[in-house]
């Protein structure tokens, strides 16, 4: 087993020992085991999960959403299947804002060259 300390595993997650904090207060993150003297050992799980929170909650997924289904998942709970559903559908939306957004700007990309082609030819 892959032991991290704290300051390893927020090292190896490229966040800082405070976010791996607060998400082990909020119970997103949990050390696989304790040290003698208390101190949080994590394992490759345990980058894993704080990985795919930190990845999720930069698309926008709020942390009582992650909450809840990191909760499910601990607990075995039948609903962490239809919470992942969610989470899908919740990324399609996104993913479908996302590529009218990028229509958007295309076209905005396109009339701007075009503009500036106009105004070089006029002088």
Do not use: K, W
């Amino acid at each position: 087993m892959n032991a991290y300390t704290i300051s390893h595993l927020a090292g190896e997650a490229g966040v800082s020992i405070h976010v791996v904090r607060d998400y082990v207060l909020r119970g997103l993150l949990s050390p696989a085991r304790r040290t003698a003297s208390g101190y949080g050992l994590y394992d490759a799980q345990s980058l894993a999960r704080l990985r795919f929170v930190r990845a999720a909650f930069e698309t926008g997924i709020g942390l009582n959403e992650l909450i809840r289904l990191c909760r499910e998942l601990d607990t075995g709970s039948d609903a962490a299947v239809e919470s992942l559903a969610h989470l899908r559908s919740l990324i399609a939306t996104r993913r479908a804002c996302l590529a009218a957004l990028d229509e958007q700007l295309a076209g905005m990309t396109r009339a701007a060259r075009s503009a500036t082609g106009l105004e070089s030819h006029r002088a």
